[in-house]
């Protein structure tokens, strides 16, 4: 009877295991490496999810160019972000479906509150862009293991809090707070008043608002805070909202003779224009800031592409994206060394991505053992002397998470109270 090639090669690699030979390496194996993308494509989050995808292409192309991953090329499998329920349901498409090798991506916090535990259930790994802010995920995710998250959503607003402190204490007292009404809004707004407290700066809070995330109407917002006047405004507004809410500000005059913390508000930093952005607003950039006097080769490489390509400067969530594709990479090779050359286990790739280090576009990052990002963040106070038609900062001020996102196992308000000032 004659054998096929298939049996042939079926029977003697089944005698050459029964006589403790080694077993054909797993990078033999054919087909691309499969990374879902989960990225939002409409309303004011936008602009951030089409940065991290592009983010993510820009380390895919390289990798592939590179010789892929253990000889195999990425193939990306991209689907949209929108409500947690939706999200959730193309999560399971992307594993059960398309059949991933892992997933990256996610933005918003409610989404990513959703997405932690089907991660979770389905052995998913799951490398967050954003997505987690601290109370949501202690409470919903305290020790995942296929879901690895981002930098704490507070960093930011520690970051500027702490500038704020430092640069402006005795010039204001009366502050107001314009946040999204969720978690991570409330979250911000709750460390930026813990951190004044902390440094012993007394504050009149005259008015808390919390409009609903994707709002582009604020019109009574800025009438309520003209009528509370106050010294201050701070806001964590990240996305299409921010320009909004400024436009409207400025118009109704609300810039004048007001300070503002915008502490996330350079992920739209292209439509924070010079004619609604005063100078000398606290302007956050969170983890990469597209002129960066300093920045790395691979930096300028991408943000070179990025403006090639798109006619655009790039923001953070860029860094976020291309850092999972890069720290996966670099897991999966390290895991299959350890497993003598043979492609690694979904268990083996989660365990070396804890404590995995790369050259990320902003600067090392890594993921802590506790599967939380730790980079650098960047802010400063807004110019107008540029070439652009929007602000930009100058000079940049840069903290690590080491000293701006609270150590493992420790609450954030416990961490912030134990701060030596």
Same mark, same amino acid.
């Given at each position: ?28 194996? $054919? +087909?691309? =490496?499969?990374? &879902? !993308?989960?990225? #939002?494509?409409?309303? /004011? ?7 991290? *995808? ?49 997933? $990256? +991506?996610? =933005?918003?916090? &409610? !989404?990513?509150? #959703?997405?932690?535990? /089907? ?7 799951? *490398? ?294």
């Amino acid at each position: 009877m004659m054998t096929s090639r298939r049996r042939f090669l079926k029977l003697t690699g089944a005698a050459a295991a029964a006589v403790g030979l080694p077993a054909a390496p797993a990078r033999a194996q $054919s +087909g691309p =490496v499969k990374i &879902g !993308v989960l990225a #939002a494509k409409a309303g /004011v989050t936008a602009p951030v999810g089409e940065s991290g *995808l592009r983010g993510v292409q820009f380390a895919t192309d390289r990798i592939n160019a590179g010789g892929g991953i253990l000889g195999r090329r990425i193939a990306l499998v991209v689907e949209e972000e929108s409500s947690p329920k939706d999200t959730v349901e193309r999560f399971r498409k992307l594993s059960l479906s398309d059949k991933v090798d892992v997933v $990256s +991506g996610a =933005v918003s916090t &409610g !989404v990513g509150l #959703a997405l932690g535990p /089907v991660a979770e259930e389905m052995k998913t790994i799951w *490398l967050a862009w954003d997505a987690t802010t601290q109370k949501g995920v202690e409470e919903t995710m305290p020790k995942p293991r296929y879901s690895f998250r981002s930098c704490d959503n507070e960093c930011e607003a520690v970051m500027a809090s702490i500038l704020t402190a430092k640069n402006w204490k005795g010039a204001f007292r009366r502050v107001a707070g314009i946040n999204p009404d969720y978690s991570y809004g409330r979250d911000n707004w709750a460390a930026f008043l813990a951190i004044m407290k902390r440094h012993g700066i007394e504050v009149e809070v005259v008015s808390e608002l919390w409009p609903k995330l994707g709002s582009t109407d604020f019109t009574s917002h800025v009438a309520a805070l003209q009528q509370a006047k106050p010294d201050l405004v701070f806001s964590c507004f990240w996305a299409g909202d921010t320009p909004i809410f400024m436009k409207q500000a400025h118009a109704a005059g609300l810039t004048q003779g007001t300070k503002f913390v915008l502490t996330t508000g350079g992920g739209v930093h292209e439509s924070m224009k010079k004619a609604f952005t005063p100078e000398g607003v606290l302007l956050g950039y969170n983890s990469m800031y597209f002129e960066h006097p300093r920045a790395s080769a691979l930096m300028k490489e991408f943000v070179r592409w990025h403006h090639e390509q798109f006619k655009e400067w790039p923001n953070y969530e860029s860094d976020h994206g291309y850092f999972t594709v890069v720290a996966y990479k670099a897991a999966v090779e390290r895991a299959a060394k350890a497993a003598g050359g043979r492609w690694p286990s979904v268990d083996q790739i989660v365990a070396a991505l804890e404590g995995v280090e790369v050259e990320s576009l902003s600067g090392p990052r890594r993921y802590r053992e506790d599967h939380i990002m730790e980079a650098t963040f960047f802010q400063g106070y807004t110019t107008h002397k540029n070439k652009h038609d929007f602000v930009t900062v100058d000079p940049v001020e840069a903290m690590g998470t080491k000293q701006i996102q609270k150590p493992s196992g420790v609450g954030l308000y416990d961490w912030i109270n134990s701060w030596k000032v």
